[in-house]
């Protein structure tokens, strides 16, 4: 099999080449090729064609091409649709702040984890990305859009603790000061509550973010929208998340899908105060998308706010999201979906 050249981090470029023949010196020219976005090797002016020869016999640059993009005309969100080699897909959205550009990337094509509220979910499950896979999401939207990344969400299509070694790789090779040099601390990774795995992350001292889909206050209702609260029930994810804290003096963020008559009482507020109650963490509040088969609906204004008002008795801070490239679908899994429905794609 060819070797992944993207994913590799740069000691692992170097014995490639090294160990081929070549003058170690020609490694660091390949690799700012790669950090330039060069898609073939040829594209490699200052490289012999010995070594090209080579590179392209052994190794392989992964690329993600623009499938199809929609822009939103109310708020300039963008959302691609990328293939990759094989004929996968994967969603990706790029969001435009007063504090730079941010962008949200999939960790998977589809999931396995199965939340009914998810589009991605009711897709099913291909196959995990790479880390270069995952670094080519961002390359190619910087390019299409002539812009610099400054904020990465691991929150797209997927689940990235279940991708737990290629996230990793891709975290160390985007935060790289010889790569894309986003830094730890401009990086948010999302998960549904995979404990194992957040234990196994908090071990690497990471300075990102973690971002826990809580969505329910208990177990019952938990589990009635994400399947993964079977095996990890809610008790012990919240230990998780404050042992994670411990361990990284890292603040949590916990994502709480507002479900219309399902998770948006008064209770379900009390209870979730009581939950979380003196973990250092924030909620952030979000209306459900409308997802076609999930007959969901997003909570109203009042009992959003309710919930906000609510969970500050508890002194926890909680902010309600705004809704973004609604016009263009922009939660992950449903342009995928749509666009494979109707070309008859995978």
Not at 82 to 93: L, P, Q, S
Request: with cysteine; aromatic share 8%.
């Amino acid at each position: 099999m060819k070797t992944d050249i993207k994913s590799l981090y740069y000691p692992e470029l170097e014995n490639l080449i090294t160990e081929a023949g070549f003058p170690k010196f020609r490694a660091k020219q390949v690799h700012l090729w790669l950090c330039k976005g060069v898609t073939e090797f040829e594209e490699m002016r200052n490289i012999p064609q010995g070594l090209i020869e080579f590179l392209r016999s052994s190794s392989y640059i992964s690329v993600a091409n623009i499938e199809k993009k929609l822009v939103s005309r109310y708020d300039k969100i963008v959302k691609y649709l990328f293939r990759f080699g094989d004929g996968e897909f994967v969603e990706t959205v790029v969001m435009s702040y007063k504090h730079g550009y941010s962008i949200c990337v999939s960790t998977q094509v589809g999931c396995k984890m199965g939340c009914t509220f998810c589009a991605t979910g009711r897709s099913g499950f291909s196959r995990s990305l790479t880390a270069s896979e995952i670094l080519s999401q961002i390359e190619s939207a910087q390019t299409d859009l002539g812009i610099r990344i400054s904020n990465i969400v691991l929150m797209g299509m997927g689940e990235p603790l279940d991708n737990f070694d290629n996230v990793i790789r891709f975290l160390r090779l985007v935060s790289s000061e010889d790569g894309l040099n986003i830094g730890m601390r401009h990086i948010t990774l999302s998960t549904c509550g995979i404990v194992p795995k957040i234990y196994e992350l908090a071990k690497y001292k990471f300075a990102l973010t973690l971002s826990v889909s809580l969505h329910a206050p208990d177990n019952e209702t938990r589990s009635k929208t994400m399947p993964i609260n079977k095996k990890y029930p809610i008790e012990e994810l919240i230990k998780a998340c404050r042992d994670y804290f411990e361990a990284t003096g890292r603040r949590i963020s916990f994502e709480y899908a507002m479900i219309d008559s399902v998770n948006d009482s008064d209770d379900c507020a009390h209870r979730l105060g009581n939950l979380l109650k003196g973990l250092n963490c924030h909620v952030n509040l979000i209306p459900v998308n409308s997802v076609r088969g999930t007959g969901y609906k997003k909570s109203r204004l009042d009992r959003q706010q309710a919930f906000v008002n609510i969970l500050g008795k508890y002194s926890i801070t909680a902010t309600v999201r705004r809704t973004l490239g609604s016009d263009i679908n922009a939660s992950c899994g449903q342009l995928k979906r749509n666009y494979t429905e109707n070309t008859g794609g995978k």
